[in-house]
């Protein structure tokens, strides 16, 4: 068997899978923000409570937001407690074995790349449009975390220069949480998708209002939905011509705009070169389900997961 953990700033969840990855048991606990005792001690419960309930100890695999370099030192801002801990070390003594651990966007995007459909592909990049925008890449089944574990980090590239033809040139370059400005989670994110709106029109609704519309076919609505559409296009051939990846896989709260997937994919040429050929534009398979999933995959040897 295998345990996951998807830990996030609000919640931790723990999720023990078979060895075919069919889900036996789960369960979730908020996250302790207090200290970095109390945090550690939720993970180690929870640990100890798979064990008992199963009657084995079984290898574990954790993702959490933030950089894990090539030392597993974490640096997170969702979690200031673990920032900086030896948090890996202390839980191997406490726990008695290995722990695996990667950021959870990199879970994602491994959670999508192994099943049946996807198994055949090399290349795949996952795109996280929820609050923020992360991702992750998969080459050959395994995980491309880089030297300050930071590949990935696609919501912190700069937008491509195709963006100011399609939004204007007298756009604000917004300042990031991350210290940078004019990073592509400011505009593309669901944040970002409402942002794009008040900005252009002066209201201020939230994404799901403005996709009902769009879908209602109001043309204000259908105009910012094919702005931004280009603008997600743009910015994926971008990327495109960074990993040329074979598969996109969107995730995230406006994975589920289905008409993402019908128009997008025809407007990526225009970004790439011209012999290029398009990558397969595909909605997140596993929802919830895929942190704790992917989490559980880390455990595994490239050989044991093709």
């Known amino acids: 068997m295998l345990y996951g953990f998807d830990i996030g700033g609000t919640k931790i969840e723990i999720g023990v899978f078979d060895d075919a990855l069919n889900p036996l048991w789960t369960k979730r606990i908020k996250t302790p923000l207090d200290s970095y005792y109390s945090f550690l001690q939720s993970i180690i419960s929870l640990t100890n409570e798979a064990d008992h309930l199963f009657s084995q100890s079984s290898q574990v695999g954790i993702g959490i937001p933030g950089f894990i370099n090539n030392k597993r030192s974490i640096y997170t801002t969702n979690i200031p407690v673990v920032s900086h801990q030896p948090f890996a070390s202390d839980l191997e003594k406490a726990i008695k074995r290995p722990i695996f651990i990667n950021n959870d966007a990199n879970c994602f995007a491994l959670s999508e790349a192994f099943n049946d459909e996807l198994k055949p592909y090399q290349t795949i990049l996952a795109v996280i449009l929820g609050t923020g925008l992360g991702g992750g890449i998969v080459v050959n089944h395994q995980v491309?975390?880089?030297?300050?574990?930071?590949?990935?980090?696609?919501?912190?590239?700069?937008?491509?220069?195709?963006?100011?033809?399609?939004?204007?040139?007298?756009?604000?370059?917004?300042?990031?949480?991350?210290?940078?400005?004019?990073?592509?989670?400011?505009?593309?994110?669901?944040?970002?998708?409402?942002?794009?709106?008040?900005?252009?029109?002066?209201?201020?609704?939230?994404?799901?209002?403005?996709?009902?519309?769009?879908?209602?076919?109001?043309?204000?609505?259908?105009?910012?939905?094919?702005?931004?559409?280009?603008?997600?296009a743009a910015y994926l051939g971008h990327l495109m011509m960074i990993i040329d990846a074979e598969v996109i896989v969107i995730g995230g709260g406006l994975s589920n705009f289905d008409a993402i997937y019908q128009d997008v994919p025809s407007r990526i040429g225009k970004y790439i070169l011209p012999k290029m050929t398009l990558p397969r534009l595909e909605k997140a398979r596993f929802g919830d389900s895929g942190g704790t999933r992917g989490a559980a995959l880390l455990c595994l040897k490239p050989s044991n997961i093709e």
């Open 144 to 232: 491309i975390s880089g030297l300050n574990g930071c590949a990935g980090e696609i919501g912190h590239i700069r937008l491509p220069i195709d963006a100011l033809n399609i939004l204007g040139r007298d756009m604000p370059i917004l300042a990031c949480g991350c210290g940078l400005s004019g990073c592509a989670e400011k505009y593309l994110s669901g944040n970002g998708f409402e942002w794009l709106y008040q900005y252009f029109y002066q209201e201020p609704f939230s994404a799901k209002q403005i996709i009902e519309r769009y879908y209602h076919g109001d043309q204000v609505a259908k105009l910012h939905v094919d702005r931004y559409f280009e603008l997600l």
